[in-house]
């Protein structure tokens, strides 16, 4: 009693000084147990641990160029993908027709002077019209002659949309597509593994 107050001790406050007492001692005997850093013990276990060694260039390079082969091997596979799925709605809305190889032209690569053919094909459409069309894929040797009945195919509104029926023809972009990002993801993915395997040796 002090001046006609009475001071009460909370129960709640005694309770928590004591559960935070215990949790410190609870830390205290972890830390020995497990040689935590904050011990003698621990402090001269990563005293004497071996500095890590800095990255030498050829890591560097080997880190930047595997994932770089890894995101264009993916970005390529998407692409193929995606090329084949269009190419396929696109074979469920053709019609076919018959055309004939009309001309056969040249067409010239600036970078190397390489010299492929490229086919140029007429047909009757359904609404009675004849159109010309000139092949999207080149090849060298030809793949047709002046002359040649070839199978078509084309949108049925839109003619100029054809298409010569032929693997080569109709799947080449996406196959193209699809095997260079097989071959540039596959490496990247090696060439990740081999440098994951020697920076846990090192």
Same mark, same amino acid.
């Given at each position: ?6 001071? =009460? ?5 005694? !309770? ?47 880190? !930047? ?14 692409? $193929? ?7 396929? =709605?696109?074979? @469920?809305?053709?019609?076919?027709? =018959?055309? !004939?190889?009309? $001309? ?10 390489? =010299? ?14 004849? @159109? ?21 195919? @084309?949108? $049925? ?46």
């Amino acid at each position: 009693m002090q001046d006609g107050c009475r001071i =009460v001790a909370c129960p709640c406050a005694v !309770i928590l000084r004591s559960k935070a007492t215990k949790d410190l001692r609870l830390l205290f005997k972890l830390r020995l147990a497990f040689h935590l850093p904050g011990t003698t013990e621990g402090r001269d276990r990563l005293a004497r641990m071996p500095p890590k060694k800095p990255r030498s260039l050829r890591r560097v390079i080997l880190w !930047i160029f595997c994932r770089a082969w890894m995101i264009c091997g993916l970005g390529a596979l998407t692409t $193929g993908c995606g090329f084949a799925i269009y190419r396929s =709605v696109w074979l @469920y809305r053709s019609v076919p027709a =018959v055309g !004939i190889v009309t $001309g056969v032209s040249e067409a010239t690569k600036e970078q190397d002077d390489s =010299v492929n053919y490229v086919p140029t094909v007429t047909f009757k459409a359904m609404d009675g019209h004849a @159109y010309r069309v000139v092949s999207s894929v080149a090849s060298n040797p030809p793949s047709f002659e002046i002359g040649e009945e070839v199978p078509i195919r @084309y949108i $049925g509104s839109n003619p100029y949309s054809a298409e010569i029926d032929s693997f080569w023809q109709l799947w080449f972009v996406a196959v193209v597509c699809i095997g260079l990002g097989i071959f540039f993801a596959g490496g990247g993915y090696l060439l990740f593994r081999y440098e994951r395997r020697s920076t846990s040796v090192l």
